[in-house]
């Protein structure tokens, strides 16, 4: 698109009247888009009471957090972690090496 | 429900509205022509800008729980999702984004630009706004053209008065620059 008319501008543009915008107002549909986007899945139904679901929602929270805790805790359990044999040695039992 | 004749604070509407979307059919009233009228302006098509104003509605239903008093109207809020439903609609549509001028609002303009842009036509004004992003010429047309103070346009686009008041100044200074070397 060039520089020179990137917009559509008009001039002098005619105003509706008050009535013809009245004529348009249609809360009955608004509110009807709003409450099916609202309940139209679980979800999008408890979001809408978010704001009354804050004990709900610390307590899915506090599950969920114990809930991976106890079971990092079983699996590493189940699973010890393998003892890795290193070799140690005790230099004062070891035999002395004088000057052959 | 409000049947005697008294004045109800914004807030108070939007509480109840909060309680229960029903009651935002008062807010939808009130505020209805404000937006239409904003949203006419810059898709010189009327049901388009009804569309737009209702999916604006709908978007502020959906999210008024999020709305905080913080000192600026809940008109300025409305403004902000119409702007962004407009600039989707844009987008998604990838249409030319119109821009409605009335004549007698063209004169200040000029007055913001060089002496000799005040002997340039109209027309010479106009193609100059076409050197400009959608946000820049938002940033006209609430300045110029709709006769916003710096304070409801930081409202609206949700900056700082300072910010919007140096947005503005680049802007003009870009349009200065475009007419110089035309």
């Known amino acids: 698109m060039s520089d020179d008319n990137k917009y559509d501008v008009k001039l002098n543009p005619k105003k509706p009247n008050k009535e013809d915008i009245k004529a348009r107002m249609d809360f009955e549909g608004a509110y009807k888009a709003y409450t099916h986007k609202v309940y139209r899945t679980p ?19 506090l599950i969920i957090v114990v809930g991976s805790l106890l079971f990092i805790e079983e699996e590493e359990s189940n699973n ?21 | 429900m409000f049947k005697k004749k008294e004045k109800i604070s914004e807030e108070k509407l939007i509480i109840l509205a909060k309680r229960d979307r029903k009651n935002f059919r008062y807010l939808y009233t009130k505020y209805y022509e404000l937006i239409f009228l904003f949203l006419l302006r810059r898709t010189e098509n009327e049901n388009l800008a009804q569309d737009i ?35 989707l609609h844009y987008r998604e549509t990838k249409k030319k984004r119109c821009i409605s001028i009335d004549q007698s609002e063209l004169p200040e303009l ?6 000799e842009a005040k ?14 992003t959608d946000g820049e010429v938002t940033l006209i047309e609430m300045k110029y053209f709709e006769k916003r103070s710096h304070k409801e346009i930081s409202e609206i686009l949700g900056i700082t008065v300072a910010n919007a008041k140096v947005k503005l100044h680049r802007v003009i200074k870009k349009m200065r620059k475009r007419i110089e070397v035309k």
Request: hydrophobic content about 35%.
């Open chain 1, 43 to 61: 979800w999008s139904r408890f979001q809408r009471h978010a704001s009354k679901n804050n004990k709900t929602m610390m307590f899915i929270i």
């Open chain 2, 53 to 87: 104003t209702q999916q604006t509605f709908i978007k502020a239903m959906l999210n008024i729980e999020k709305f905080e008093f913080k000192g600026f109207p809940f008109s300025s809020w409305l403004y902000r999702i119409s702007l962004n439903e407009l600039n």
């Open chain 2, 119 to 132: 002997h340039l036509s109209n027309e010479d004004l106009i193609k100059s706004l076409n050197g400009l």
């Open chain 1, 80 to 100: 010890p972690p393998k003892d890795v044999k290193t070799e140690q040695v005790d230099s004062l039992k070891s035999p002395l090496k004088l000057n052959e």
């Open chain 2, 110 to 115: 000029a007055e913001e630009l060089p002496s």
